[in-house]
C-alpha cells in the first residue's frame, strides 16, 4: 500500500452559493420551509433569485465546503465535482483553487450530451441565523461513477462523500464506485448524511451505503433521528455505532459526540455568537477530518470540528474568515468527558 499524497478527496455538488439576508416573512410568502434545503428548476431558481435581497456569491456545496476548510487548516485536499463550461463555473474553480484544494474534474462542454449550467444554490439566512437553501443542480446531476478518477480515490488517506449528492441518481452508483477504488486501495470512507429532508428521501439507500461501505459517518441531531426514524438521540447513536467503525454526531450547542468500537467521547461546542448556521456541519467534518489523518486522538478531532465550526457560524458565509491554524493550536476545552453511561 503507497503512502497517501492526499489526506482527504471530497467528492459532492460543486455548487456556487448565493447568500442573502431575508425576514421569516420572505419565508412565508415563497412557501419555504425554514432551515430546509429543497431541490428547485431553473425557471424557480431565476425567480427566486429575481426576489432576493443583496447577496454574495462564493464556490459552495456542502463537500467542497468541507475541503476548503480543511485546506485552511493546512490538510492536502482534492475535490471531485461537476461543473459547467461557464461563467459561475469558472468562478467555481478559480474559488476552490485559490482555498488550496486540488480540482481536475472536467466541466461540461456546452455543445455536449445532457449540458447543463453550473449548479447554484440560493440560501436565505433568517435573524435567527437559521439557512433555507433552494438548489438548481444544473451540471451536478451530470456527475457520474465515469468521472470517479481512481487514481485520485486512490491517492487520499480519506474519501468524503456528501450526502447531498444522493438526489441525482447516478451520483449513487459513483458513490459505490469510488469507495470501492478507496478500500481496495486500504482507504476510509466517509460519509455525511447532509440533510434530514434529503435522508428521508433516499433513507433505504443511506443506511445500505452506510452499513455496506462506510468507515466514518457524520449526522446532526436530526439527521440521525431521520435515519434511524427515531427522536431518542441515546438509541439512534447506538445504532449509528453498531453500524459503523466510527461516528462523529454533531448537536448545535450541545457540541459532539464521538463513537468508536468502545470509546466514547463527548466534546462540547466551541463558544461563540451565531450569525448564520450555513455549513457548520461541514466545518466540523473538516476540522475533525484535518485531525484524524494528522493521527491526533478523538477528543481533539472533535474538539477541532467544533472550533472550525464556530468560527464559520460567526459570520455571514460558509467559508474561513480567521486564521483556522492559529484557532486550534489551543487545548481540549473544559467539559470533555467520556458518555459510555449516558449512551447506555
Not at 1 to 29: C, K, Q, T, Y
Amino acid at each position: 500500500m503507497s503512502e497517501p499524497s492526499l489526506d482527504i478527496l471530497g467528492i459532492g455538488n460543486a455548487i456556487v452559493d448565493v447568500l442573502a439576508r431575508a425576514e421569516d416573512g420572505f419565508l412565508e410568502r415563497e412557501n419555504l420551509a425554514k432551515g430546509a434545503m429543497r431541490l428547485i428548476g431553473a425557471e424557480q431558481a431565476d425567480s427566486l433569485y429575481a426576489k432576493m435581497g443583496p447577496g454574495v456569491e462564493s464556490s459552495g456545496g456542502s463537500a467542497a465546503n468541507t475541503c476548503a476548510v480543511a485546506a485552511a487548516l493546512g490538510a492536502r485536499v482534492g475535490f471531485l465535482g461537476k461543473v459547467a463550461d461557464d461563467a459561475l463555473g469558472q468562478v467555481f474553480a478559480h474559488d476552490i483553487r485559490a482555498a488550496g484544494v486540488h480540482f481536475p474534474t472536467a466541466p461540461l462542454k456546452a455543445k455536449g450530451e445532457g449540458y447543463a449550467p453550473t449548479a447554484r444554490c440560493l440560501i436565505l439566512v433568517t435573524p435567527d441565523a437559521q439557512r433555507t437553501m433552494n438548489t438548481y443542480l444544473g451540471a451536478c446531476v451530470q456527475f457520474s461513477a465515469a468521472d470517479v478518477d481512481p487514481a485520485e480515490v486512490a491517492r487520499a488517506r480519506v474519501l468524503y462523500l456528501e450526502g447531498y449528492l444522493f438526489d441525482p441518481p447516478a451520483a449513487q452508483a459513483a458513490f459505490y464506485e469510488a469507495a470501492r477504488i478507496a478500500h481496495q486501495a486500504g482507504r476510509q470512507v466517509a460519509i455525511s448524511l447532509s440533510d434530514a429532508f434529503c435522508v428521508e428521501r433516499h433513507r433505504q439507500a443511506f443506511l445500505r451505503f452506510v452499513r455496506e461501505e462506510a468507515d466514518i459517518l457524520f449526522a446532526n441531531q436530526s439527521e440521525l433521528a431521520a435515519l434511524y426514524e427515531t427522536e431518542d438521540f441515546a438509541a439512534a447513536a447506538r445504532l449509528a455505532a453498531a453500524d459503523v467503525g466510527l461516528a462523529a454526531l454533531t448537536r448545535s450547542e450541545q457540541g459532539s459526540i464521538i463513537l468508536a468500537g468502545e470509546e466514547r467521547h463527548a466534546v462540547p461546542a466551541a463558544p461563540v455568537k451565531v450569525v448564520d448556521t450555513t455549513g457548520a456541519g461541514d466545518a466540523y467534518a473538516a476540522g475533525f477530518l484535518a485531525a484524524l489523518t494528522r493521527g491526533l486522538p478523538l477528543p481533539e478531532c472533535g474538539r477541532w470540528g467544533s472550533v472550525a465550526a464556530a468560527e464559520v457560524i460567526s459570520h455571514f458565509g460558509a467559508r474561513p474568515q480567521a486564521d483556522l491554524q492559529a484557532l486550534v493550536a489551543g487545548k481540549l476545552p473544559p467539559g470533555a468527558r467520556p458518555v459510555a453511561d449516558t449512551l447506555g
